[in-house]
């Protein structure tokens, strides 16, 4: 525990002006961030007797060693820069909402030729128009089908989209008319394109147009006599306006607002947030998060609005933001917002009428959402702690481990060997630490040898995270600690558990790993399939926990989690290697070249066949390139006829093939998919 005191700036090193200071550990770590309109005066407020400070900034001050700071030109640039650290370090003073769940959103791929209507989760993507969030995605899906009728626009995927246009039919929504079917040439790009804009138009809440429209439609068919043309519009209202019903109005005027709303407690806080728009409630979400800094309610809602609008621009940041508290810098705050926006945004508290009836509604959810929290978070917890007390004393553990690493190996028939580490911490993955690895030292199968290189690979890049931080030395070595950014480092946190899925060879293999490292506090033990059964470096027996015990279910957890990323990767490995061909091993030969070389020769096997001077002839290609492409396929020369291993078909090498270079129709070997991965 740092003294403040050490590590103080000298009187009057410390500008009177804007700013954002950073606080780091011994280790150069950056653990907290903060902004100040003076500089000189915030930062003089961490250095005053420790025991008449909240006792959060103590904890941060005590486990600081220095402090530095950057001076910017106004408050604004303040705010972003801070909001720009915070997500790149990482710091674990900073207050940082995580999401309770993914919320799905209503997307419109308008980036694409054809824009495409969809469910999408996750981070935003540029050129695509979002709705939402939503609590569930069956209300998006219901919300779809109903508009659906007025503005067929593609659902389907580029898959269906493809298969649709090759064989010159459209799906069963085609048919139905809840698809205007471009992929059969119906309706044009461009009319497809305004369908897609008028059904994002509906969605951001300017519906009277199209309803004043379709009724006015309606009344000259009937004119007309064209009944079945005017209950056909009639049918369209009706959808529309049952879509329009399931968010009902909550403001007057068609107003764009967000409604942000804080609950909390001394030790958490959960945040609810309503986007309406036209109106309308037109999507809900929430997060929480600890206090883990001095913060009040003002400093949430700047925390909130910080990660809610950070990544945001346009229409994505409302007019009107409205909050329980303002922060002591909103005005900033608003002008932060009216930048991402492109026009004036107002930031204030809601004090009379529906709008302050509806922020009443947002905190009884934020106070629901916090509550249930706490209640799963305690079950949570006990569940956890109980997993985590058995291992411990099942396995003979000083303390119970906190961080479990897991390591598993997966191949196919011994090739493209891999393995995966998978991370625990206080019995939750964190997936963030994940890491995985391709197997360097042998080829073939053999998973002892493979889990001893992963086991050495992963924790000698701790010796070296500790040799950077000056935290260890090696004894013939004179090597200065590194300078770092303070980015949390990749292997640098050691476990208290290694858990390997194997039995009692690899067990000793991991064991053997660390021991020649000279790791003595690490754990070891090994969960094999066949009866689930715990074993430990030297044991003749293995460790037997019972079929209900919570600390199985927790190895289990973790052995299966890295089974499933081990498999993941060597999937993706081996589909990578199954469509690579001998134009991939021609560097400098970029995918453009290569489109040209198999267009021009129409195939690998004519190619292949083809004289320099001819190759030369392929604009774009040189003469050195061409005796490098003429190198390659006369090394890649197949030993015998490619076989179609589903249909048992022998397959000409004369055909034109992917520019990947395929399996079996590039006439460039083929690989069995029998066996089982491991």
Not at 116 to 130: D, F, H, I, L, T
Not at 385 to 402: H, K, N
Not at 620 to 646: D, F, H, Q, S
Request: charged share 30%; proline share 6%.
């Amino acid at each position: 525990m740092a003294d403040p005191s050490s590590y103080r700036p000298a009187p009057g090193q410390v500008p009177d002006s804007p700013g954002v200071y950073r606080f780091r550990d011994e280790h150069r770590r950056v653990i907290y961030v903060g902004k100040a309109k003076s500089l000189r005066q915030r930062l003089a407020n961490y250095f005053q007797d420790v025991a008449g400070l909240h006792p959060r900034t103590a904890t941060m001050v005590t486990t600081a060693a220095s402090v530095e700071w950057t001076v910017v030109s106004t408050e604004v640039e303040a705010l972003q820069l801070e909001y720009s650290w915070i997500k790149e370090f990482d710091p674990r003073f900073n207050v940082k909402y995580r999401d309770d769940k993914s919320y799905p959103s209503l997307a419109v791929t308008m980036n694409e030729q054809y824009p495409r209507v969809q469910v999408m989760r996750g981070p935003k993507k540029k050129g695509v128009r979002y709705f939402g969030p939503y609590g569930h995605a069956w209300a998006i899906r219901e919300t779809v089908d109903l508009m659906l009728r007025v503005f067929p626009v593609r659902t389907c995927s580029a898959g269906v989209f493809k298969r649709s246009a090759q064989i010159g039919r459209p799906c069963l929504l085609g048919y139905i008319g809840k698809c205007s079917a471009p992929c059969v040439g119906r309706v044009t790009p461009e009319e497809h394109r305004e369908l897609a804009e008028d059904f994002c138009d509906f969605m951001a809440g300017r519906t009277g147009t199209y309803l004043s429209r379709l009724e006015r439609q309606m009344r000259e068919a009937a004119e007309e006599m064209e009944y079945e043309k005017a209950a056909r519009l009639r049918d369209d209202i009706g959808a529309l306006r049952r879509a329009m019903e399931k968010n009902a109005v909550v403001l007057a005027d068609a107003t764009d607002a967000d409604l942000v709303a804080v609950a909390e407690d001394e030790l958490e806080a959960a945040v609810q947030i309503f986007h309406v728009r036209g109106g309308r409630v037109r999507g809900q979400r929430g997060w929480v998060t600890d206090k883990v800094e001095a913060v009040d309610t003002a400093g949430l809602v700047e925390h909130a609005l910080q990660q809610l609008y950070g990544e945001e621009k346009g229409e994505a940041v409302p007019k009107e933001v409205l909050v329980p508290a303002l922060p002591d810098d909103a005005a900033a705050l608003a002008l932060w917002l009216a930048e991402r926006r492109g026009s004036q945004v107002s930031l204030r508290v809601p004090q009379r009428g529906d709008k302050k009836s509806l922020m009443e509604t947002v905190h009884r959810n934020a106070q629901q959402s916090l509550a249930l929290h706490k209640t799963k978070r305690a079950s949570d917890l006990t569940t956890r702690s109980r997993a985590l007390e058995e291992i411990a004393g099942a396995l003979e553990l000083d303390s119970a481990p906190l961080r479990i690493e897991c390591f598993d190996i997966s191949h196919l028939q011994g090739e493209d060997v891999v393995a995966s580490m998978v991370v625990f911490e206080d019995g939750l993955a964190r997936k963030s630490e994940y890491r995985r690895f391709q197997i360097k030292s042998h080829p073939g199968q053999d998973d002892v040898r493979s889990m001893h290189e992963v086991v050495s690979r992963r924790f000698r890049r701790y010796l070296q995270e500790k040799l950077k931080t000056g935290e260890w030395s090696p004894e013939d070595g004179d090597e200065q600690p590194a300078e770092d950014e303070g980015r949390p480092k990749r292997f640098a946190y050691p476990p208290q558990l290694v858990v390997v899925d194997g039995g009692q060879p690899q067990v000793a293999a991991a064991q053997r790993a660390l021991e020649e490292l000279g790791i003595d506090d690490v754990a070891v033990c090994g969960l094999a399939k066949r009866l689930e059964e715990v074993w430990l470096p030297g044991e003749d027996d293995p460790v037997v926990l019972p079929r209900s015990s919570e600390g199985l279910y927790l190895l289990q957890r973790v052995r299966d989690e890295a089974h499933r990323f081990a498999i993941q990767y060597q999937r993706n490995k081996r589909g990578k290697r199954l469509r690579s061909g001998p134009l991939d091993e021609v560097p400098g030969l970029g995918e453009s070249r290569k489109q040209a070389l198999v267009k021009h020769f129409g195939s690998v096997k004519k190619l292949r066949q083809a004289t320099i001077d001819q190759i030369c002839e392929v604009p774009g290609i040189g003469r050195k390139t061409a005796e490098t492409v003429a190198a390659a396929l006369a090394r890649a020369v197949p030993t015998g006829p490619a076989v179609n291993m589903a249909t048992g078909e022998i397959i000409e090498d004369d055909h034109p093939a992917p520019v990947g270079g395929s399996t079996p129709s590039g006439g460039w070997g083929t690989s069995s998919e029998r066996g089982t991965e491991q």
